[in-house]
């Protein structure tokens, strides 16, 4: 069997009083698009943000195509031990935020170069001819020298797509993508997803619209107050899910979001 | 006729104080925003920094610009020992004492603006740097620098303007400057109106210009955090 | 520091109620020019915000002047020009010599233009400030423009207006000590002249520095907490 993609194993992490997560272990292999799914403050988020260190567990070790995240104990708080491993496994997964968090002062174009050509040091020409192809396939060819600020919220964040895809990553995670949209603006986000994943890329997604995980996704964590509740194949967490909890959930939700 | 001669020549004699304004102007900035830096990093750096910073700050923007300029050009001279060093040469000299007083008090001013554009860096634009792998540095080069300059440009603009004004106390330790210039004017020929139209009419010229100059330099940049 | 306790004390050696004194004549100048600067300001507000093209016009160029020239220019032509235009107006009433502004009205006069350009805009800010519906509400209920202005648009402005009008205090405190180039006994010729009879003007700065400081935090804590009771129904519980 090839080396997973990601392995996450025993994390805890704990804001003030709060544990968040409570020993929570995740695996994604290549082509697995894994959905995380949970209500609020069950620590999806959290378990996702963990990953590229963007929080850091306060026990649990993050391996990322086999090679762990050096982690080291300071002043009674854990922190990344190497600035420049960080760096390097980061540049290898695509993040992309609920709230988008494009850089404002840069142009679409130059969003999606930024990483490439400044983090991985790649020639400006080969990143502009990939970013303008890339955005052509999300869809916003012609908004190529359009600032953030121009665009609606679903095209910024297939913008913000299109950014993590440039960097050539080995997985895609993704926070909540269409949460912070307009529900019209849902569809158009979702379908992107949908065709990345259709390409057998590995994906992590944390998301509320139950309908479009249980349609893309080829597994399923369903987590509940910081431990995983249930876990398996999409076609068991959405459609008879083994515990209580999970069903309440998953029934609630579709019920609300309905089947697309 | 006589009166159009009088503002004309008057007009030309204040002229030939507008050079010493933009020495006082662009030296105290230019100088200032240095230390503006310096004190920004300070204050970063450590617990005593950050209060000496804000004590710094405290008392050059709670008192007057005037009485600053006082303690650096008549108080230090009453030390031997100042008298006696190697700074003396530069610190007897009036234009020397107005460019440091001028620069202490616009770094302090800086310094806060400084403070209020990196504050205003929004949180996701920095995280997304980091998710992508940017170091410390690069973050900084790339992402938070132009972000807090872009959204301090409009305080910096009017930060420049009350320098260009502030000039004008360097008069007081007589250096002729524009208004140093409209003084001995006014006192020769008591046409204190005209003369003040004269001078009026230069310094509006002169913000006239940095006004354009930084709304130039805004557009320049391109959008800011504040419009998106 | 024996001396040093003597100089500042006020024994008759001791400069200690000279400082104070001007102190005090820093004070009584800055709240004349400030409250100058309140009425120029509102007319000034009044005329940009309900006024004619014209007006508003007229308006832009009071505030851009005066908020462009240097402050100590201002004081020179309200001094200087004041006398001269005060003379003349006399010489055509009959009077002989000369009738000259005394340091404190042409400092309160320049001083008072100058924050009453910087109170036009903050009053006019505070004004636009106000949520519309507010103002919809009051005439919804029916009151007069008068009851409005009383009840509504006046507090209302006030407490938005409050941190610039704040910093405007400020900014006059400071620029009073310019005013010490009519002759105005206040703090900043105080310590001119006691440094210079002393030789030592280090010193009398520091005192300065003291004092000044002492005035400007004093009025801040002031104004925050006017600013926190203005704010009173907006802090939720």
């Known amino acids: 069997m090839t080396e997973p993609v990601i392995v996450a194993s025993g994390l805890h992490k704990r804001f003030g009083a709060n544990e968040v997560l409570r020993g929570v272990s995740l695996t994604a292999q290549q082509g697995e698009v894994v959905a995380i799914i949970g209500a609020s403050g069950s620590g999806k988020s959290t378990l996702l943000r963990c990953i590229p260190l963007l929080e850091v567990p306060d026990e649990g070790e993050i391996v990322i195509g086999g090679e762990a995240l050096a982690m080291v104990e300071r002043r009674g708080r854990r922190v990344p031990a190497d600035a420049r491993q960080l760096g390097r496994m980061r540049s290898t997964l695509g993040f992309v935020f609920q709230s988008f968090n494009l850089w404002p002062h840069r142009t679409v174009l130059g969003n999606v170069i930024e990483a490439p050509v400044h983090v991985q040091g790649r020639p400006r020409a080969e990143c502009v001819a990939e970013a303008e192809a890339l955005l052509a396939k999300v869809g916003l060819a012609d908004k190529r020298d359009a600032w953030p600020a121009e665009l609606s919220g679903g095209q910024q964040q297939r913008a913000a797509i299109a950014r993590a895809l440039a960097m050539r990553p080995r997985a895609l995670l993704f926070d909540e993508p269409t949460s912070a949209l307009d529900p019209e603006l849902v569809g158009e986000v979702l379908q992107v997803i949908h065709a990345l994943a259709d390409e057998g890329r590995t994906m992590l997604i944390v998301t509320h619209e139950m309908g479009f995980a249980a349609e893309v996704a080829s597994r399923a964590i369903f987590l509940d107050a910081g431990v995983i509740a249930e876990e398996g194949p999409s076609r068991q967490i959405f459609a008879a899910p083994e515990t209580e909890r999970c069903r309440a959930f998953v029934r609630r939700h579709m019920e609300r979001h309905g089947r697309r | ?228 | 520091m024996g001396d040093l306790v003597r100089l500042l004390g006020f024994g008759p050696t001791g400069w200690g109620a000279s400082l104070l004194t001007g102190a005090a004549m820093t004070l009584a100048v800055s709240a004349a020019a400030y409250l100058v600067g309140l009425v120029l300001g509102a007319l000034g507000a009044w005329g940009k915000v309900g006024g004619s093209a014209s007006t508003r016009r007229v308006v832009d160029v009071y505030t851009t002047v005066f908020r462009g020239i240097p402050e100590l220019l201002v004081i020179y032509l309200i001094y200087f020009g004041g006398s001269e235009a005060l003379s003349s107006a006399g010489h055509l009433l009959g009077s002989t010599g000369f009738i000259g502004l005394n340091g404190f009205m042409a400092g309160t006069l320049a001083v008072g233009i100058i924050a009453g350009a910087y109170q036009t805009e903050a009053l006019r800010g505070g004004f636009l400030a106000i949520p519309r519906g507010e103002i919809e509400a009051a005439r919804a209920v029916g009151m007069g423009w008068f009851l409005m202005l009383r009840r509504v648009v006046g507090p209302r402005t006030l407490r938005f207006a409050l941190p610039s009008m704040g910093n405007i205090w400020q900014q006059v405190l400071k620029e009073s000590a310019l005013i010490s180039v009519t002759g105005l006994s206040e703090l900043m010729r105080a310590v001119n002249i006691a440094g210079g009879s002393t030789r030592l003007p280090f010193d009398f700065a520091i005192a300065g520095f003291v004092l000044y400081l002492v005035l400007t935090t004093f009025s801040g804590g002031v104004l925050r907490s006017v600013e926190y009771s203005v704010a009173r129904g907006e802090r939720g519980r």
Do not use: H
């Open chain 2, 1 to 228: 006729m006589d009166e159009l001669d009088f503002l004309g020549n008057t007009l030309l004699q204040l002229l030939s104080g507008v050079p010493l304004t933009i020495e006082l102007t662009v030296g105290s900035v230019a100088i200032g925003a240095v230390l503006a830096l310096l004190l920004t990093l300070l204050r970063a750096g450590s617990r005593i920094g950050a209060l000496f910073v804000s004590a710094f700050v405290f008392v050059f923007r709670g008192t007057p610009l005037l009485l600053q300029i006082f303690l650096i050009y008549y108080g230090l001279g009453q030390f031997a020992a100042i008298r006696a060093s190697v700074f003396w040469p530069f610190l007897r000299e009036p234009w020397c004492c107005a460019i440091l007083s001028l620069a202490l008090n616009t770094a302090a001013y800086e310094s806060e603006i400084l403070r209020g554009g990196f504050a205003s860096v929004p949180a996701g634009a920095i995280e997304a740097g980091r998710a992508c792998g940017m170091s410390r540095l690069l973050l900084l080069r790339r992402i938070i620098l132009p972000l807090a300059i872009r959204q301090a440009l409009p305080a910096y603009g009017n930060e420049l303007i009350a320098m260009v004004k502030a000039t004008s106390l360097a008069s007081l330790i007589t250096l002729m400057e524009v208004t140093g210039i409209a003084y001995a004017i006014i006192s020769q020929t008591y046409r204190a109106i005209e003369v003040f139209l004269c001078a009026g009419i230069i310094y509006l010229a002169l913000n006239f210009a940095l006004t354009r100059g930084v709304a130039a330099m805004e557009a320049w940049l391109g959008p800011s955090v504040r419009r998106a």
